[in-house]
């Protein structure tokens, strides 16, 4: 599409809920439809043995996704704001670096070298600086455009939302960033 650079987005994570969402955003990063399949995700290089940078792996979602695709032998690079907290992915072969979705410089330096991005951070009950509009409005369109110029060439957007009139403020903020990965 144009505008986009290269990245293929994925923002269908609507309604998903429990171990189906890993399954999910596993299968989006292997390039897949909706849902695994055993073909995509047991192979022993769906991966295509390229750099997957997970964003928000100190969050349910991440994490999990990140041990996944660890076990799976992915390369992963696992970026948090207290990289401290992730001990257990670099114990288990992650790379681990600090960054901040507030820091678009912190974002371009996570890229660099990454093939597929998960988007798996957000600020639903922050405030003040960790605020909706920070994290998950400027600091997603602001991985979106690190990932663009990193050559990234897909990009998994985890989101909920039913669109630009929902009456939740967070589901707005998603729809909006989805429009801007599109």
């Not at 330096?109 to 994290?135: I, Y």
């Amino acid at each position: 599409r144009p505008g986009l650079g290269g990245l293929r987005p994925y923002a269908e994570e609507r309604g998903v809920h429990g171990d189906g969402r890993t399954r999910g955003a596993l299968s989006r990063l292997a390039g897949a439809g909706f849902g695994p399949s055993a073909a995509d995700l047991g192979s022993d290089d769906w991966w295509g043995g390229r750099l997957i940078l997970i964003v928000g792996a100190t969050g349910k979602l991440g994490g999990e996704v990140a041990r996944k695709l660890l076990a799976e032998g992915a390369p992963v690079r696992a970026l948090s704001r207290a990289p401290t907290r992730l001990t257990d992915l670099r114990d288990r072969g992650a790379e681990t670096v600090q960054g901040d979705l507030r820091d678009p410089d912190s974002l371009a330096l996570a890229c660099r070298g990454v093939e597929k991005v998960l988007a798996a951070a957000h600020a639903f009950t922050g405030s003040g600086g960790n605020s909706m509009s920070r994290v998950d409005a400027a600091g997603n369109r602001a991985l979106i455009d690190a990932a663009r110029v990193a050559g990234v060439s897909h990009f998994v957007f985890t989101s909920a939302c039913t669109g630009p009139d929902d009456p939740v403020d967070f589901f707005r903020v998603k729809y909006a960033v989805e429009q801007y990965l599109r």
